[in-house]
C-alpha cells in the first residue's frame, strides 16, 4: 500500500515535529482512519520531501513527528503556460490539472481580445494544483498568478524561447519540429483565438508563431497537446 502523501506549505527544514493543517488532519483521521505509528510523506511543495510518523492522530490537529527530509531540484526545463481563461471553467481546471500532472513551471491565466469567462476563483484553482501535485507524487508546486491582460503579459514576460500557436493563416512552423528550449514561454488564445492585432504584437516582440496540427483544437486541448510535445522527460 502506498504511503499517504500531503500538502502542508508550512513545512521548513527546521521542522522536527509539525501539526498538521485541520483538512490534512481530517483526511489522515477519518477518511483514511490513520492511527498514531502510521507513516506519511509530506511535502511543501519547494523541492522537499518529509518523512514523518503520526505521534497524534486527531481529527482536527494530528502531530507527526519528521524522520528525514529530502530535497530535490527542480527541473532544468521551465514551461511557463499562458493560456486565455474559459467560458466554461470545469475545463480551464480539467487543464490545470493535467498540466500540474505534467510538471508544468508556471500558469498564466490570459485575458484576450476574444476570451469569454466568468469570475476566476483563484483559491479553487490553487487547490486544484495542489491537490494534482500530490496525486502525480511531485514536491514542486506549480506557480499560478492571476489574470492579467494580453498586452501586460508579453510586455512584462520574457524567456529564451517564446512561442505563439494561433490558426490565423501565415507562415508558422509545426510544434513537433520545434528545438526546445530549458526556459520555454508558450501561449495559446481562446476559443475564438488570438486577435489579428495580438498576433502581430506577440510576433513584433520575436515570438515564433507555431501550429498544433492539422485540426482546430479546443484552448485546453491545444494547451495540453503543446505540453506533451513540449515537454522534457
Known amino acids: ?9 508550512l513545512l521548513t527544514n527546521n521542522s522536527s515535529s509539525f501539526s498538521l493543517s485541520e483538512e490534512s488532519s481530517k483526511h489522515c ?19 522537499q520531501l518529509f518523512e514523518a ?5 486527531d481529527k482536527r490537529n494530528t502531530t507527526v513527528q519528521i524522520h528525514s527530509i529530502k ?3 527542480p527541473a532544468t526545463q521551465k514551461i511557463t503556460l499562458g493560456i486565455s481563461l474559459l467560458k466554461n471553467a470545469t475545463r480551464l481546471e480539467w487543464l490545470f490539472e493535467k498540466a500540474t500532472e505534467m510538471g508544468v513551471h508556471t500558469i498564466v491565466p490570459l485575458i484576450c481580445d476574444h476570451t469569454i469567462h466568468e469570475r476566476f476563483k483563484t483559491e479553487r484553482m490553487q487547490n486544484i494544483l495542489q491537490s494534482a501535485m500530490i496525486q502525480s507524487q511531485q514536491v514542486w508546486l506549480p506557480i499560478l498568478t492571476e489574470p492579467i491582460a494580453f498586452d ?8 529564451k524561447q517564446k512561442l505563439i500557436a494561433h490558426c490565423a493563416e501565415g507562415e508558422k512552423e509545426s510544434i513537433k519540429s520545434i528545438a526546445v528550449n530549458d526556459d520555454c514561454l ?14 502581430e504584437k506577440a510576433i513584433g516582440l520575436h515570438y515564433s508563431p507555431i501550429h498544433l496540427g492539422p485540426t482546430r483544437l479546443r484552448t485546453e486541448t491545444a494547451g495540453l497537446f503543446a505540453l506533451s510535445v ?3 522527460f
Open 29 to 47: 483521521v477519518q477518511v483514511l482512519r490513520m492511527k498514531a505509528g502510521d507513516r506519511i510523506d509530506l511535502t511543501n511543495g519547494i523541492g
Open 1 to 9: 500500500m502506498a504511503v499517504p502523501y500531503f500538502y502542508e506549505a
Open 186 to 199: 508558450l501561449i495559446i488564445g481562446p476559443e475564438g483565438d488570438f486577435s489579428n492585432a495580438e498576433i
Open 230 to 232: 513540449l515537454k522534457k
Open 71 to 73: 530535497t530535490i531540484e
Open 53 to 57: 510518523t503520526i505521534s497524534i492522530a
Open 152 to 159: 501586460k503579459f508579453v510586455n512584462e514576460y520574457s524567456a
